[in-house]
Nanobody
Framework: QVQLVESGGGVVQAGGSLRVSCAAS????????MGWFRQAPGKEREFVAA???????????DAVKGRFTISTISRDNTNYMVYLQMNSLKPEDTAVYYC????????????????WGQGTQVTVSS
């Protein structure tokens, strides 16, 4: 069982930056691919980014690809943390952001992840 706790959400102006964090509870954290998803009111949960256990492979969802830099998602296996650095934020980025853990590579669908955090609200004001 992996417990995930997100933090770092808040209100930011359009064009600004924000970093959200996710703390994992177990030492096997390093075996998991970690992903970030988001869900806006009335919309389906959307893939944002994922990083493999070694950090050697990252991939990004279409909604953020090209806006978020290659270093957007990162992880610290020593401290069981994963981060999502968001830059050039837009009002349409407003959503609850969820951290998730799954086994495997190239995980972009919510159903592929086994464990989820409770989410952290990110609001981008225009």
């Amino acid at each position: 069982q992996v417990q995930l706790v997100e933090s770092g959400g808040g209100v930011v102006q359009a064009g600004g930056s924000l970093r959200v964090s996710c703390a994992a509870s177990v030492g096997t954290f390093s075996l998991y691919t970690m992903g970030w998803f988001r869900q806006a009111p009335g919309k389906e949960r959307e893939f944002v980014a994922a990083i493999t256990w070694s950090g050697g492979s990252r991939n990004y969802g279409d909604a953020v690809k090209g806006r978020f830099t290659i270093s957007t998602i990162s992880r610290d296996n020593t401290n069981y943390m994963v981060y999502l650095q968001m830059n050039s934020l837009k009002p349409e980025d407003t959503a609850v952001y969820y951290c998730a853990a799954g086994r495997g590579r190239g995980l972009t669908r919510a159903a592929e992840y086994d464990y989820w955090g409770q989410g952290t609200q990110v609001t981008v004001s225009s």
